[in-house]
DNA sequence: ATGTTTGCATAAAATACTTAGGTATATGGG
DNA sequence: CCCATATACCTAAGTATTTTATGCAAACAT
């Protein structure tokens, strides 16, 4: 994910986010969809998603249905019940991360 | 740094934007003065805090000056030339991180 | 005296990701 | 026809970062 370190930690996040917004998507879809997004800032590599994919499907947050798309095979990803709670969870994570991130780093008041 | 994935890879930043801040701190006063700032939500281990800071030391980033508080040992790391430039760099890393996970997962804008 | 806090440190394990492969189909250019 | 590129899945070894688990020692409070 580019040179930048702050996206570790940040995949899962990511992966849930999208296929809770656009329903159901397959892996390369997601890779091309980030990077299109991101104008190229953001690349999720192949190595990274595929074992995230999985990792989300076993703790039951995704499901998958195999789709053949004429000749080649598709793994769509939706996500599920728990996926969605597990969203709302993420997303108040990421605004407290982001909050936290700005009181540390642009400090308004100064400490006793 | 609790339950929440996402400060994974965000140390160094917080270090040493923290000692542009303050000039001066040493290890154990870093720890206490992250959970402070942040009401005890952002708890940074020793076992993680020690070896980065050594490996920014290392790196030139940041220099050792140690002194003696009554018989106990303390390590005041203060930021260089080059660390200024990485806090920069780093700060600007951070606001991309921020604007990018902003249009990921609040996207307004429908793709084609 | 004993437990907690201060203050340093390292080492093993877990976690997350990169890098580097592997397989196979589809497609466009020369 | 051939070959590079794109599509589409996958895994395994290596690297980097952090957690967890220790260890040592001084200071301080009960």
Do not use: C, W
Not at 45 to 68: D, F, I, S
Not at 72 to 89: A, F, L, P
């Amino acid at each position: 994910m580019g040179t930048n370190q702050l996206y570790k930690g940040s995949l899962a996040t990511i992966v849930l986010k999208l296929l809770e917004e656009k329903g159901r998507m397959y892996g390369y879809q997601i890779t091309q969809e980030v990077k299109a997004i991101s104008d190229g800032e953001l690349v999720i590599t192949e190595g990274a998603l595929y074992p995230m994919l999985h990792k989300l499907e076993a703790q039951g947050l995704l499901t998958v249905e195999t789709e053949m798309a004429g000749n080649r095979m598709r793994k769509y990803y939706s996500i599920t019940h728990d996926g969605q709670k597990e969203v709302v969870y993420r997303m108040a994570e990421l605004e407290a991360f982001i909050r936290q991130m700005q009181s540390l780093l642009n400090p308004r008041i100064e400490l006793a």
